[in-house]
């Protein structure tokens, strides 16, 4: 009996890592610009009064080295939604799943995340809609965001 391919844009949790890349509006005009707004960005991440821009603590995959990394994200209840500008193929993304949890610091909180998922656009309608405003969900449409990492806060 064979098992069904996963698809790349799965709903559910799938062993298999397929991998999902960044649109063509983030590659020519995001990755270009983000090396001088990353430092900016760094700055304001985590704080109390920076709602929308979480730090995200995490261990290498291969390394065990401890990373920090700068992103969007937002706290519904005990879900984090994680927009992934740059697609799962980001090494701070992939370090997430591979561990299987991280610490994510936004809005002054530390949340300890775990359950990692990759769920594509389509399936995140939902909590996207909960957890964003309409002019977010609307930049999120314009930057082609692919895909949500969703995590559970212990």
């Not at 298999?16 to 090396?35: A, D, M, Q, Y």
């Not at 740059?86 to 936004?106: M, T």
């Not at 769920?119 to 969900?137: G, L, M």
């Amino acid at each position: 009996m064979s098992t069904p391919a996963a698809q790349p844009h799965s709903h559910a949790t799938s062993p298999r890592f397929v991998p999902v890349g960044p649109s063509l509006f983030v590659r020519l005009v995001l990755r270009p610009s983000s090396r001088l707004l990353n430092p900016l960005v760094a700055m304001l991440a985590g704080r109390r009064f920076v709602p929308l821009i979480a730090r995200v603590h995490h261990v290498g995959r291969r390394s065990g080295k401890p990373y920090v990394t700068s992103t969007g994200a937002h706290v519904t209840g005990d879900t984090i939604v994680i927009p992934l500008s740059f697609g799962n193929q980001s090494d701070w993304a992939r370090n997430v799943r591979a561990a299987g949890q991280c610490h994510v610091q936004l809005g002054g909180r530390r949340y300890h995340a775990t359950q990692p998922r990759f769920v594509d656009a389509e399936h995140a309608k939902p909590v996207v809609r909960q957890s964003f405003n309409a002019i977010n969900r609307a930049g999120f449409r314009l930057f082609g965001i692919k895909q949500y990492l969703i995590l559970h806060t212990i």
